[in-house]
Antibody
Framework: EVQLVESGGGLVQPGRSLRLSCAAS????????MHWVRQIPGKGLEWISS????????DYAASVKGRFTISRDNAKNSLFLQMNSLRGDDMALYYC??????????????WGQGTLVTVSS | DIQMTQSPSFLSASVGDRVTITCRAS??????LTWYQQKPGEAPKLLMY???TLRSGVPSRFSGSGSGTDFTLTISSLQPEDLATYYC?????????FGPGTKVDIK
């Protein structure tokens, strides 16, 4: 069974940093590109970043480009999102999700339950 | 960036009704269109991909159609467990934008 468990969320002051993690199990992690998507509670979904199976290709939404960095450690079956210079509009529930193959196709097959990031002074 | 719109934003229908949700892309995306279902308090789940391919295990009352810029998601006979918000998403090119969602309520 595919399992994705996000962690690392919490309360952080504006301008500070946070690193999210996503622990994957139940599938061969290195065979899949991965994504981060966020959702302000009660609002819609926003795709924010993707990474290919080996980390060689990554992409970002304009809203986070230059502040967020996606990475992965296939040996540890883990996906990461380094978030710097956090702002109030970054406050959201952050989901990790699998793509359907090694390259980034943009189809989000499996999702975790999310980790909540609160940005407030 | 490709913008996605959906209509309606909210609909309320009775059990057994046929329900149709429309999704439009700001430019042609071929059939690179995915539908997700998000039930209250849960993470989204992939429902349909390539505009009309039902994910394994998804009930056959769900169907999709369209290509280019206009797409539809149809529930042929609405069931109580279909209470959810439905999102379309384009996978034609990054950023992989989502539509704003359609909340489906059961009368």
């Amino acid at each position: 069974e595919v399992q994705l468990v996000e962690s690392g969320g919490g309360l952080v002051q504006p301008g500070r940093s946070l690193r999210l993690s996503c622990a994957a199990s139940g599938f061969n992690f290195e065979d899949y590109a991965m994504h981060w998507v966020r959702q302000i509670p009660g609002k819609g979904l926003e795709w924010i970043s993707s990474i290919s199976w080996n980390g060689g290709i990554s992409d970002y939404a304009a809203s986070v480009k230059g502040r967020f960095t996606i990475s992965r450690d296939n040996a540890k079956n883990s996906l990461f999102l380094q978030m710097n210079s956090l702002r109030g509009d970054d406050m959201a529930l952050y989901y990790c999700a699998t793509d359907n193959g090694i390259t980034v196709a943009g189809r989000l097959d499996y999702w975790g339950q999310g980790t909540l990031v609160t940005v407030s002074s | 960036d490709i913008q996605m719109t959906q209509s309606p934003s909210f609909l309320s229908a009775s059990v057994g009704d046929r329900v149709t949700i429309t999704c439009r892309a700001s430019q042609g995306i071929d059939i690179y269109l995915t539908w997700y279902q998000q039930k209250p308090g849960e993470a989204p789940k992939l429902l349909m991909y390539a505009a009309s391919t039902l994910r394994s295990g998804v009930p056959s009352r769900f169907s999709g159609s369209g290509s280019g810029t206009d797409f539809t998601l149809t529930i042929s006979s609405l069931q109580p467990e279909d209470l959810a918000t439905y999102y379309c998403q384009q996978s034609f090119s990054p950023p992989f934008t989502f539509g704003p969602g359609t909340k489906v309520d059961i009368k």
